[in-house]
């Protein structure tokens, strides 16, 4: 069975940074694909970052390019997201997503309409607060 587990959330001031951590459990760290959503109560999830490991691409929203940052590290089956120059505008709860296996590429995730669609697997989330 596939488990997430994210943490590393917290409340923040604007320009600040945190490291959210995903850990990962029930499948092979090799041929898979790694997401970080983000949810705002009322509004659509949002992709935020993506990393697949079958041509080790990553897919960055705009709104996040430039100061997020998704890393693997495989010999603990743990995912990273780094956020760093925190906006309000990224007050969210961020949820970690897996497929395994994933027959795509990092660049689907900007073509699909909902990339959510992709993922087999989600953890519970962890909520960031970022404060002006």
């Known amino acids: 069975e596939v488990q997430l587990v994210e943490s590393g959330g917290g409340t923040v001031q604007a320009g600040g940074s945190l490291r959210l951590s995903c850990a990962a459990s029930?499948?092979?760290?090799?041929?898979?694909?790694i997401g970080w959503f983000r949810q705002v109560s009322g509004k659509d999830r949002e992709a935020v970052a993506c990393?697949?490991?079958?041509?080790?691409?990553?897919y960055y929203a705009d709104s996040v390019k430039g100061r997020f940052t998704i890393s693997t590290d495989s010999a603990k089956n743990m995912v990273y997201l780094q956020m760093n120059n925190l906006k309000p505008e990224d007050t969210a709860d961020y949820l970690c997503?897996?497929?395994?296996?994933?027959?795509?590429?990092?660049?689907?995730?900007?073509?699909?309409?909902?990339?959510?669609?992709?993922?087999?697997?989600w953890g519970p989330g962890t909520q960031v607060t970022v404060s002006s």
């Open positions: 029930g499948f092979p760290f090799d041929d898979f694909a």
């Open positions: 997503a897996a497929s395994h296996p994933a027959h795509w590429t990092a660049v689907a995730m900007g073509i699909m309409e909902d990339p959510a669609d992709l993922f087999d697997s």
């Open positions: 990393f697949t490991s079958s041509d080790e691409s990553t």
